[in-house]
Nanobody
């Protein structure tokens, strides 16, 4: 079992920044691949970014490249999502996810490949 707890969401104006955190517990942090997904009202959950268990491989959705940055701190068992230049289209509930199995390539972008999910944190960007 892996428990994931997100934090850091909130309301920000367009062009602003937020940093989301996802604290993991229940399994050795270096043994899980991590990802962030988001879901806007009336839309399907979509992939945002994923990072391998080693931290060496990172995959971003095209829509967030250059604006969002993922990092993981093994000492704190935490993954961070630094979000800059936020736009109203970034408004969504952001979910942290963990996979026990090692994922490669396109698999990282598929929500059903992840085993555990956090409760989500709301990000609202006003225009």
């Amino acid at each position: 079992q892996v428990q994931l707890v997100e934090s850091g969401g909130g309301l920000v104006q367009a062009g602003g920044s937020l940093r989301l955190s996802c604290a993991a517990a229940g399994r050795t942090f270096s043994s899980i691949d991590m990802g962030w997904f988001r879901q806007a009202p009336g839309k399907e959950r979509e992939f945002v970014v994923a990072v391998s268990r080693s931290g060496d491989t990172i995959s971003y959705a095209e829509s967030v490249k250059g604006r969002l940055t993922i990092s993981r701190d093994a000492g704190k068992n935490t993954v961070y999502l630094q979000m800059n230049s936020l736009q109203p289209d970034d408004t969504a509930v952001y979910y942290c996810a963990a996979s026990i199995a090692t994922m490669t390539g396109p698999a990282r972008r598929l929500a059903y490949r992840y085993d555990y999910w956090g409760q989500g944190t709301q990000v609202t960007v006003s225009s």
